[in-house]
């Protein structure tokens, strides 16, 4: 499971996304422009101590972004507020890959026509949208339910986190 960031603009959102594919062992991949310095320098000053634990590529355009998905046989799912159909009516595949916009503007029309598949969320009517690192979470925490790619964990250490 993979989940890409088109162009980021509040670098708090994209740490705790990279914490979440930290913790869950998704790889992360940052579409720039971003709005802020996406280097491993820039998130170490900003607190981001699990950044050694996750893995990062960076992808100068959305154009560079797509050959490398192509070339690398990817589905790709694009989260968005305009989609038809709900994260959980989808069947998840191992081989597909999240795609967030930007929270000030999503993605573009050229994005949403590129993806294979549109989700949303569904949220009470009259609200917006939800933060964009609880979405990625939500989402992540659905495709890794379905496809079985939660990491394993030993029934003790299991056990102990319920208690």
């Known amino acids: 499971m993979r989940i890409a960031l088109y162009e980021p603009d509040i670098p708090q959102n994209t740490g705790t996304i990279l914490r979440t594919c930290a913790c869950l062992g998704v790889e992360a991949h940052i579409i720039e422009p971003a709005g802020f310095p996406v280097t491993d ?26 050959e490398w998905r192509r070339a690398a046989r990817l589905s790709l799912v694009l989260l968005t507020t305009a989609a ?10 191992d081989r597909d890959l999240l795609l967030l916009g930007r929270e000030s503007a999503g993605v573009p029309e050229a994005v949403h026509r590129a993806a294979d598949v549109r989700l949303r969320i569904s949220i009470r009517p009259g609200l917006r949208s939800l933060n964009i690192a609880v979405a990625a979470a939500m989402v992540a925490g659905e495709a890794l339910r379905q496809t079985g790619g939660f990491p394993s964990t030993p029934d003790t250490l299991r056990e102990a986190n319920i208690r």
């Open 84 to 93: 038809e159909r709900t994260y959980t009516d989808h069947a998840y595949s």
């Open 41 to 66: 320098r820039a998130f170490r000053r900003a607190g981001m101590d699990y950044l050694d634990r996750v893995t990062i590529v960076r992808h100068a355009s959305f154009a560079a972004f797509e």
